[in-house]
């Protein structure tokens, strides 16, 4: 049975850091992208960043580049999204996904979703 479990979210004041973890299992995901998405109170899900196992290649929504990083070990199946600089538009639910193949970025295309994590940032 595929997993992917989230951890890490958590309320934290404008200008701080969290970092978010994805443990993944249940399957070899080697030919995959791990991917999070978030979805604030009455928007749509979006995508904020993504990593594939095979060579950490990354993708990044714009408005998190430079404060976001996504990283992946191996060793352990998980994958880490650190999160600085955080603004309250920051604010939702993160959710970790596989996709099978190179990244995307529409939440559709998914196989795998975890259940989320609630980030909150405070002004």
């Known amino acids: 049975q595929v997993q992917l479990v989230e951890s890490g979210g958590g309320l934290v004041q404008a200008g701080g850091s969290l970092r978010l973890s994805c443990a993944a299992s249940g399957r070899t995901f080697s030919n995959y992208a791990m991917e999070w998405f978030r979805q604030a109170p009455g928007k749509e899900r979006e995508f904020v960043a993504a990593i594939t196992w095979s060579d950490g290649t990354t993708v990044y929504k714009d408005s998190v580049k430079g404060r976001f990083s996504i990283s992946r070990d191996n060793a352990k199946n998980t994958v880490y999204l650190q999160m600085n600089s955080l603004k309250p538009e920051d604010t939702a639910v993160y959710y970790c996904?596989?996709?099978?193949?190179?990244?995307?970025?529409?939440?559709?295309?998914?196989?795998?979703w975890g259940k989320g994590t609630l980030v909150t940032v405070s002004s």
């Open positions: 996904a596989a996709n099978f193949g190179a990244i995307v970025t529409s939440y559709y295309h998914m196989d795998y």
